[in-house]
């Protein structure tokens, strides 16, 4: 079967799709997430394209967009591993409530990458050794090397959120996070690190129906935490920590995107796009040979390996 093509690919309508979810730089006006509905589908070509079933378009869609990831993927890959000095790696990082869909995130947008060029982690409670350092310790540790792309299932954006809704630490001290975080982003930047920040954004209902079919279907028993539901009660809390994180920590170095997250197909094609036009920007090609091809060619055509071959197993 052959490899699809890029021009397969159909873009988003209106335009990129990183300009339709971007979240504004500075914080010049308040994100509002009650005005963002997690239902809609921007960027999203109208029936003409898609046809009257999107959900199907979208997946069909989202592999082709995964194909192009790998091959962008292997780009970065060969051009650091060609230069030394070239340190450059990708970020993905997806902030969510709790069921908003970040492990399918993962699953169906990074799961066309090589594996060996990942570095996938997931955050939960810090340990007793992570508690005896500052918060952005244990985030820097994880961080993909150069020409690895890497994804924050959760992240340093936990210590905020969570923080104030739990009332965890000082208004003094969370407000220091916040400018500790940009500080650290913008440090990231000029290390090489291509931060893609993501939202997922749901609404309280669908958070309702899948924690609903945790409970129900016995295949999904094992993801339900009661936790989940404590925290559901916070929900206008929740809501008006991540508008707070999204106003203060959205820059021109690291950017937000928030995704409407409802429709899980639209999701994923979503962030599928976030991360091909982000590669996009790194104008990535493959290195130059570093060898004669021609002469290596004569070398294997000659049959001079395989007599040599020959002559060590005569020996």
Same mark, same amino acid.
């Given at each position: ?24 730089? !500075? ?9 963002? +509905? ?5 960027? &999203?070509? /109208? ?5 009257? /079933? ?21 780009? &970065?890959?060969?051009?650091?591993? #060609? ?19 970040? +492990?399918?995130?993962?699953?169906? *947008?990074? !799961? ?5 060029? &990942? ?9 007793? @050794? ?19 792309? !890497? ?13 104030? *809704? ?12 916040? =400018? ?6 913008? @440090?990231? *930047? ?26 129900? =279907? ?11 539901? /404590? ?5 206008? +809390?929740?809501?008006?920590?991540? #508008?707070?994180?999204?106003? %203060?920590?959205?820059? =021109? ?14 999701? =994923? ?24 091809? &021609?002469?290596?060619?004569? %070398?294997?055509?000659? !049959? ?9 197993? +005569?020996?």
């Amino acid at each position: 079967m052959s490899a699809p093509e890029v021009s397969d690919i159909v873009p988003p309508a209106g335009g990129a799709i990183r300009q339709r979810l971007r979240v504004a730089p !500075g914080g010049a006006s308040p994100v509002d997430l009650a005005a963002i +509905d997690p239902r809609a589908t921007p960027g &999203l070509p /109208d029936p003409t394209v898609t046809g009257p /079933d999107r959900k199907s378009w979208c997946r069909a869609q989202v592999r082709l967009v995964g194909a192009e990831l790998a091959r962008q993927q292997e780009m &970065l890959f060969a051009s650091v591993k #060609a230069d030394p000095a070239d340190d450059r790696r990708v970020l993905l990082v997806l902030q969510a409530m709790d069921c908003g869909g970040k +492990d399918g995130t993962v699953k169906r *947008v990074a !799961g066309a990458m090589n594996p060996l060029g &990942l570095r996938i982690t997931s955050f939960g409670p810090p340990t007793d @050794e992570e508690l005896q350092h500052r918060f952005l310790w244990r985030i820097r540790r994880a961080l993909p090397p150069a020409g690895h792309v !890497g994804i924050f299932n959760r992240s340093h954006y936990e210590d905020v959120l969570i923080g104030r *809704v739990e009332t965890l630490a000082p208004e003094e001290i969370l407000r220091q996070r916040y =400018d500790e975080i940009n500080a650290f982003e913008q @440090e990231l *930047v000029a290390e090489g690190v291509t931060l893609v920040k993501v939202m997922l954004h749901i609404s309280k209902d669908e958070q309702r129906e899948r924690l609903l079919q945790r409970l129900t =279907d016995p295949s999904k028993h094992w993801k339900y935490d009661p936790a989940d539901t /404590d925290a559901r009660a916070r929900w206008d +809390d929740y809501q008006a920590a991540y #508008a707070e994180a999204l106003t %203060r920590c959205a820059t =021109d170095a690291a950017p937000w995107y928030v995704v409407p997250a409802d429709r899980k197909w639209y999701r =994923d094609w979503a962030v599928a796009h976030l991360l091909r036009e982000t590669f996009a920007t790194l104008d990535l090609g493959y290195p130059p040979p570093t060898v004669d091809l &021609l002469r290596e060619r004569a %070398r294997l055509l000659s !049959g001079w390996a395989d007599q040599g071959e020959r002559r060590v197993n +005569d020996a």
